[in-house]
């Protein structure tokens, strides 16, 4: 009876998984709906301000919902948001049974729509498949409950760690195919992040030049504010948004050519060790609705986000070369003993081309 | 009827790779005698001293070699060294035929022993897998065509390409599985050279503590001679050979006292940019019959022989953590710019534990 059950719960996990990192500020549900043993309907959170699960998969089963149960991968949310309350639709719809995977992880709201629902003698059970669920929306759960992003950085080094030769280029350290994938991979983040010397030594865009629509928020940190007004990312501001994070260190009139010539979002923030706090930085870019944020670098911003406990993944392209020098990957205080250094779980090896792909999470 | 000459010389090459990494500062050699379409005698190089490859298998051979063709991965020789020339005794058994893999790449010796063997009516023909027999003899080949070992550089770092944390500990970046391997790789080199910080700060064995009977000579390049004389590497010198490198910088009296009192072999040698001159102590290490050398680190050792393009192979365990900080694994100069960055070619990737083992030529 149990398999059964959780047969329902895995095929919601698997709806919830068609939208993976399309549904950002708000988490990847799924919901379907089974009466006399057979589903009647499935839905899925497409992305923010579109139904939710709950509410699709009430719309798919149609009158067929009246008296059925209902297998959820996230608790029904009981607040007004873009949408109105899931708990109301299930109420109304005549859902008798509510299978939900885990508690909604907001501390505001958690547990509130298992209340009503109950209130409302409707049978709720939580916890089936609870992992499961904790693992997909693992990002959205990091980014409630601590109100910073989900980061994950991403670097493409020498196998010796560097990112740069001494002429500090770095073009191309990785192949064709690494580069391929890095590109793919970035419009399933809400935005990515560079520091100053990055911006100013590659001059990047950060886009999507071969695909149109498929371009992400880019966030520089420059606490001097140092990147000159001709560069292609301030030059390409009005095609995705940019977002310059600086300190009071920051000129006046470059802040304001930077925001009224070009329409670049310049936000300075306090000092931290060295440069902009990158604490303030993520809680600012949470409190946009950035919850996946990938950084790509360079070695200092890397080093520092490191050095602060601020890095959830790192994903790292690894060239069979040795560069040398010092343009460290990872320009960081560093662990004082060996037993203090930063372990990576879940590790994968992956290659691309004559490179490697070692990702793993912190 | 070609193919037929090269399942005889493939066989050679099997036989010769009996012997794999055994036979320094002599060539693997591997041997087949065939009359009448059948294998009739065979034979290998076994070590440094004792019967050839040819003489191995006219001795298998019997009578049956007087009219029979003789495959050789390598030329014979036509010199007295610790045995007498492979000709001589192959003019002596009658052979008829001699197909070599390829002539010996030593520049003093290389095709006199073919001349000879054709003076003497002997048809012989070169080149029959000559690229197997080159790669099988690749580290011999750059030892006797350049007078310095075959260097492979074996290093365990952090992704972040550390190996060690800020209180210059190391123990253990690597697992169990990866330590386990290194050490049962070590008896197929001929020597393991490390640089004297890894000599003071880790204080060393570089023996088989396990296994009596696999090790290997022990070299320690150390310009100011700081290794002090209660170090394990010092106090175990009756048990395995154990070089000390270094300078004019180091005192007289401490050359004495480990020479005397310990037994170690303390060589002094000129200054290279920073410490002992790496190629002059490779060539002393070539002179001794080292042909086969493994560095172990640390970071400044590697990073010069790097840069002073001194390096055949690298081998580089990455165990998946960050340890930032200042303790490279790899302190050279470094590339000017991506193009200059010394790149490894026949790259293969393997899982020891949690950790990858990247190997490559340079």
Redesign the interface.
Known sequence: MKGKHEKYMRLALDMAEKARDKTYPNPMVGAVIVKGGRVVGKGYHKRAGTDHAEVAAIKSAGRKAKGASMYVTLEPCDHYGKTPPCTDAVIKAGIKKVHAAMLDPNPITGGKGVRKLRRSGIAVSVGMCANDARELNRKYIKYITTGLPYVTLKLA??????I????G?????TSIEARRYTRRMRPTFDAIMIGSNTAVKDDPFLLDEKRKGYDVSRVVVDSRLRMPLGSNLVRTADRAPLLVATTKLASEGKIRKLQQRRGVDVVTLRSGSSGVSLRALLRELASRGIVNLQVEGGGRLA?SL??GGLVDE?M?F?A???????????????????A?????KD?R?E?FG?D?L?T?RI
Not at 320 to 338: E, M, Q
Not at 340 to 344: E, K, Q, R, S
């Open positions: 080094q020498s196998l010796d760690g560097r740069a030769a001494r002429d280029s770095s073009r191309w350290i080093g490191v050095d790192v790292m690894v069979p070369k040795l560069i040398g020098g010092d343009n460290l990957s990872v320009k960081s205080r560093g662990a004082r003993n060996i203090g250094a930063v372990d990576l590790v090896i290659r004559r490697i070692v793993g």
